[in-house]
């Protein structure tokens, strides 16, 4: 073993592995390669690149410095909440029975999975990957989604989704006008928040340009295809995402001025180039409707609460009214079925859309603690990283726009799963690898 380790170039492994995770995750479709009785979750090409460079990364972290990587308590929080999630799955077997071990396991292992590319981006640059090379991957994939979706829109190229058990198959799909674009990923969500992780990290690394001609490729080639991308989606929640996340880019990096006319852009472009604009005031029309109602009834008097003569017919809108009436919910009940440890991976379905109540209810308030701790841990490098930088260069472009991308994905976790979406995550945890690995003279928190 100790030959055959010598014999690799583990930097290269490294490097081009990290790479391979930035370019295959985002654009290989979810084929599934099998699937897992009990569950639609399928094992995945992902799923062995994944484990394969885990594994890799294992054997150069047993000849690393192990001392250094337990004082790191971003380690640590990590550590605890993996500990508290197999907790949860213990509890949920023998006290409250309601999620299956194998499953469990499953889906435990599986945040792990999701988890580990910080770890080996982190090694990957630690033996000279060049931050720039993993940014270029990244933004390669980007413009390959957008040519995919447009492909899929114009040319009829196979959409591969994962909405619903029989979608899951792998059975190609073909969009159709009206439809929202999800591109290379399982469902337009996914793409939509892939993309509210781009666009900051563009805008940021666009301001390091120093050639006029470079700026002009970038905004060309990346943004724009990007934005246009994000539109197609219509998530209306990663588009409010999306403009907080990329204004905290250009504070941070000192960039203010440009947040106006920002703002004034997008909104011009959600008007202009899809029906994102529309699916807003079709949002609004429909809760001025029910505010309407409210005010038109007395409430107290059952009289006119079940009187039809003044019934309003009032449209619902339908992806809200699952989350409230359905599947946040479910999320409570099981929250308040076991408060401490929740009632186990895999025990309120795959989907809650709000990974919030979703860690409540699988997880309880341990694991919704634990993961706080996490983004804290992260969100703290980062913030003690940029109060100490200096002049705009790749390094605090790197961070500062990573630190929009963060909070984007936060806020859109309060109605999507992205935390669980395999594309999303894994992609989430190779950039916090990234701009972790800029954080140079770390502070102790």
Known sequence: MQKLWSKLNISSI??????????????????????????????????????????????????????????????????????????????????????????????????????????????A???????????????????????????????????????????????????????????????HYDLAAFLLMVLPISTTFFFTLRKKLSRFILFILLVVPSFWLLLQTEARVSFIAYLLAVSLSLVVIHKKVFILPFIVLSFVGMF????????????????????????????????????????????????????????????????AKNPLLGTGYSSISLATDNDYLRLLGEVGILGFLTFFLVMSRISGKLKDHLINSGLLDLNKAIIGGFAGSMFGILLNATFIDVFEASKVAIIFWTLVGLALSQVKNEVKI
């Open 272 to 335: 202009t180039l899809s029906d994102l604009g529309e699916r807003y005031i079709r949002t609004f029309n429909i809760y001025g409707q029910k505010i309407q109602l409210l005010n038109n009834h007395n409430l107290f008097n059952p009289s006119t609460v079940y009187a039809a003569e003044d019934a309003v017919a009032v449209t619902e809108d339908r992806s809200t009214s699952i989350r409230l009436n359905v599947e946040w919910p479910r999320a409570l009940r099981a929250f």
């Open 14 to 123: 490294l490097k081009y592995g990290t790479a391979a995770i930035l370019l295959v995750v985002p654009l290989y479709p979810k084929f599934p390669i099998f699937n897992i009785p009990g569950t639609y979750v399928a094992i995945r090409a992902e799923d062995f690149l994944v484990s394969v460079l885990s594994i890799i990364w294992f054997v150069y972290f047993l000849k690393s410095n192990k001392r250094e990587f337990f004082k790191d308590k971003l380690n640590i929080a990590i550590f605890l909440f993996i500990w508290v999630g197999l907790l949860s799955i213990l509890s949920a077997f023998f006290i409250t029975k309601t999620a299956p071990v194998p499953i469990g396991l499953l889906h435990w292992a599986r945040r792990i999975e999701y988890i580990l590319p910080m770890f080996i981006t982190l090694a």
């Open 125 to 187: 640059v630690k033996t000279g990957t060049n931050p720039r090379f993993l940014l270029i991957c990244l933004f390669i994939s980007a413009f390959l989604a957008f040519i995919y979706g447009f492909g899929q829109m114009h040319f009829s190229w196979p959409v591969i989704s994962t909405q619903n058990e029989e979608y899951a198959k792998g059975i190609a799909l073909r969009w159709i006008p009206g439809a929202r674009l999800p591109s290379t990923f399982s469902g």
